[in-house]
C-alpha cells in the first residue's frame, strides 16, 4: 500500500497523464466517467467544445454526479440537493 500511494503521488499527480481519445466524447454536453488511481473522474466535451475534466462528485456530501457515459442537453444535475453544474464546472 505505501509503495502504491508513492507512485500514485510521484507518478501520476506530478506529471501528465492520457486518460482519454478526444473521439471518446465527441460533441458538446458528450461526458464520459473514468476511475483512475482511484479518483472518480469526469471527462467532458463543453458548449465550445473543448476537453474538461474535473473530479465526479459533488462537493457535498461527495456523490457521484454521472455514473454512465451520456450526452447531456443541460447541465450536470446532482441529485440528492438537485445543485446543477455548468459544462465548465461552475456551480
Not at 19 to 38: M, R, S, T
Not at 76 to 85: D, E, G, K, R
Request: proline share 7%.
Amino acid at each position: 500500500p505505501t509503495i502504491n500511494q508513492h507512485e500514485q503521488n510521484t507518478v501520476f499527480c506530478d506529471n501528465w497523464v492520457a486518460v482519454v481519445f478526444g473521439k471518446d466524447i465527441p460533441q458538446h454536453g458528450c461526458v464520459k466517467p473514468i476511475n483512475f488511481a482511484g479518483i472518480p473522474i469526469l471527462l467532458l466535451r463543453n458548449k465550445d467544445s473543448n476537453i474538461k475534466l474535473s473530479q465526479n462528485v459533488c462537493r457535498y456530501p461527495s456523490m457521484i454526479l454521472v455514473d454512465t457515459v451520456k450526452r447531456l442537453r443541460g447541465p450536470i444535475i446532482q441529485t440528492y440537493h438537485a445543485w446543477a453544474y455548468d459544462l465548465d464546472g461552475t456551480r
